[in-house]
């Protein structure tokens, strides 16, 4: 059942086009996740599809009701009725309320409509882990369609069964969650660079052609010199009619290359190397060593007794629920406070929330450039990485974006004279593409870097060390974030979670064969399914609260 059409959209500031999209059909079980870059229109196209603003031009039909989980911002909430949802467990309004507290109660106050079709621009903002996996069991036994803004992959791989992205001012469909989107992209991009290479090679070939026979041309003019008057004669005739065939030959290659289709060539894919010879090696074993490290404020103990060693090198993801002690913890590493031994080789380059390091009253290759060993061309490169090319290096910070002085402050942590880095929650506020960017940066960076992030994604890809602050005792554990999982599940998860776990991984695949359905599927089926694995997964709800 189609709930959602919109045809021949278009979205425009000043003279700029920001996207056109011709048209787009949302059905009732559909979970579509919008990506592109920031500033692309992610959210302009999700308020016009959700009609909270007007589109240029084109229209938008809705064919049932809606919700909307806005993006966060520092707003008051006044009034809300009745929001105890589940899991989400807010039964009252205060104005006293935390980023996270309002973000869940807005979730909740959505969820509780039980609308036609969701729209939620990035509802895992001042979400904890925890809470973005909370909402993830939600939106996957939410009964109507949902259109989703999500910087959380691992979110748009267990929710979504189409992916719209905005590029370059186009909106195209790709269908799957974000891992098969992005191999559709890689497909895509490996088959335009092999027919720029036809092209090219083709250019090439009919270049050289033409060239040859426009030399072959102009020599055939030349009579030899033994040659008296009347031979002359015969050879400049004859000379004459071959070259004119010649130059009729070059003519047909030359209207052959201006036919020849042009093929644009596709964006490179830098591949950048730190040189470890600029950050300083730390010759002990050990870069940090922790030993029974405890925090209290006031009467609250907000860890205790933890545990362990890195060493350099190490790539250390510090876990936890908002307000268990994350960011604390790093300060008393840089205050190098009691239980906590660093290193007297380690630098440390540390990535605040604030951007301190950065001068608002200079450019973007100033700030990077004034604290790194690294010569200039190989800032740009990494700058060109972050989406910083050419002259928008020359920009001065003070009129940047939040998620564009994020990358700078990155850039200039990453190029700094430092062996250890700091991270505190890096990836807010970056698009998909520069998240990924920083992945491949933090792979390669030769240092020692200690990150917080509610990234699970993230998290996955880059820690070969996990600190939880949630646990009762914490101690490093030295392994991946997947090793980490699987060795607390074994010993926490209970036979009502294993079944839950089981139902919504069956709810997933229902919900992908009923907005894609394949030959052999049976569409009612499927959907009396569909309400039976939404029935047995709020029983297990019950159980477990």
Known sequence: MTILTARNIEKSFGDRTLFTLQALDIHAYDRIGIVGVN???KS?????LSKEIEPDCGTIDHYGSIAIIPQFHEETLETASSLSKGQWGISH???NMSGGERGRLKIAHALEQEASILFADEPTSHLDMYGTEQLEKALLSYKGAILLISHDRALLDAICTKIIEIEDGSVREYKGNY????????QQRQHQQSEYEKYTKEKQRLEAAITSRQQRASGMTKIPTRFDSSESKLYKSGAAYSQGNVQKAAKALETRLEQLEKKEKPKEIVHTKFDAQYHAPIHSKTVMQLNKVTKKVGSRTLFHNINGSMAPGAKLAILGKNGSGKTTLFHMIQANERGIQLSKSSKIGYFEQTLAI????????QNVMEETRYDESFVRTILARLLFRREDVHKQVSVLSGGERVKVALAKIFLGDYNTLLLDEPTNYLDLATQEELEQMLQHYPGTVLFISHDRTFVHKIADHILHLDEESPRLFPGSYEQYTKRTEQTSINPAEQELLRLQTKLTEVIGRISMPGRDDDVIALESEY????HQIQECNMRLL
């Open 179 to 186: 891992t098969n989107y992005r191999e559709q992209k890689e």
């Open 93 to 95: 309004v205060t104005t």
């Open 39 to 41: 500033g692309a229109g």
């Open 44 to 48: 302009t196209l999700l308020q016009i």
């Open 358 to 365: 950065l001068q608002n009253d200079k450019t973007i290759l």
């Open 531 to 534: 309400e039976q694995l939404l």
